[in-house]
């Protein structure tokens, strides 16, 4: 059963089928087709975290494709869960109502603990600091439809590298790819965990680490930036220290190339003016409408339709 919990579990070929099924699906929407690929599928959508994007857009490819939702957002309070039911329990009873289950859960290793009772597939939005695999295929769509390739790109990751399970998917997958070198920007508190700078060097990939955003900007052909993950953090005030720190600022743009682009999985708090939207630079809105596309091929997949 292919359930999607970490982007470890995909060689280059898959991502890559993957990436084509998703401009197969832009091309579709475009065009107005009729999609009914999952028609009589359920799609259980169930957020113990909140979500704007990755639910409602999982929710949206599904309909597309004509199959139909359950969901359950706000989990913690208003499922079985406040009562006390564990993750496997609430697992078993989706599977037996849908046909798949969506699901983002604020512990690491809980879309793990899911799949280890689950009948149907199970897709991960996102499991604390661990992994968010449909978004880092999106921004990976996002890069390849902007740059027209995934190698040979200077690609600058800036805030808060730690906690940020959205770095922590789409670094891997685009170490697939070769002559990348990474800028990971951030103090010293947020930086990108050991495994992942480990993993780095020993596949001999090209990266530096830095913790002033001017540093990085002029050679970048991706800037992607990150939100503090406040709720990630034990105290308030270790938040409080860093949360302000890397504001991108229209005056930094003229540092950045002209071809360079923008990203950011969103929500933004504060790390990017909005005045930077008008720049054709940003690519952040385009890149959140790119995930409809990549969750219309992801839930095919999932479900071998
Ligand atoms: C991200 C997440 O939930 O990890 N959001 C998203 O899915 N687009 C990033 C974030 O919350 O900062």
Do not use: W
Not at 2 to 31: D, G, R, T
Not at 228 to 240: G, I, N, P
């Amino acid at each position: 059963m292919p359930n999607i919990i970490s982007v470890e579990q995909f060689n280059k070929n898959e991502v890559e089928k993957i990436l084509l099924e998703a401009s197969h699906m832009e091309e579709k929407c475009l065009s107005g087709k009729n999609l009914n690929i999952l028609e009589n599928k359920i799609v259980a959508c169930i957020f113990f975290e909140p979500s704007t994007r990755t639910r409602l857009s999982f929710e949206t490819a599904a309909i597309k494709l004509g199959a139909k939702v359950i969901s359950v957002e706000n989990a913690q309070e208003s499922s079985s869960t406040f009562k006390g039911e564990t993750i496997e329990d609430t697992t078993r009873i989706l599977c037996s109502y849908a046909d798949i289950i969506v699901m983002r859960h604020p512990k690491e290793g809980s879309a793990e603990k899911a799949v280890s009772v689950a009948t149907k597939p199970i897709i991960n939005a996102g499991d604390g600091s661990n992994q968010h695999p449909s978004q880092a295929f999106l921004d990976l769509y996002t890069i390849k439809k902007e740059h027209g390739h995934l190698d040979n790109l200077n690609i600058a990751f800036a805030g808060d590298l730690l906690h940020s399970r959205t770095l922590h998917s789409l670094v891997p997958l685009l170490m697939m790819y070769p002559n990348n070198t990474f800028y990971f920007i951030s103090p010293l508190e947020l930086a990108l965990p050991k495994e992942y700078t480990d993993e780095l060097r020993g596949k001999g990939v090209s990266f530096k680490e830095m913790n002033s955003l001017k540093e990085g900007l002029s050679d970048a052909e991706v800037l992607y930036m990150t939100r503090v993950q406040k709720e990630r953090f034990e105290k308030l005030e270790d938040y409080e220290k860093v949360k302000d720190l890397f504001l991108l600022k229209v005056e930094d743009l003229k540092d950045m190339k002209e071809k360079s682009i923008i990203m950011h999985p969103l929500p933004r708090v504060n790390e990017i003016d909005p005045e930077i939207d008008k720049d054709p630079r940003a690519a952040y809105f385009r890149q959140a409408q790119n995930g409809l596309y990549i969750r219309m091929a992801l839930l095919p997949y999932a479900l071998e339709a």
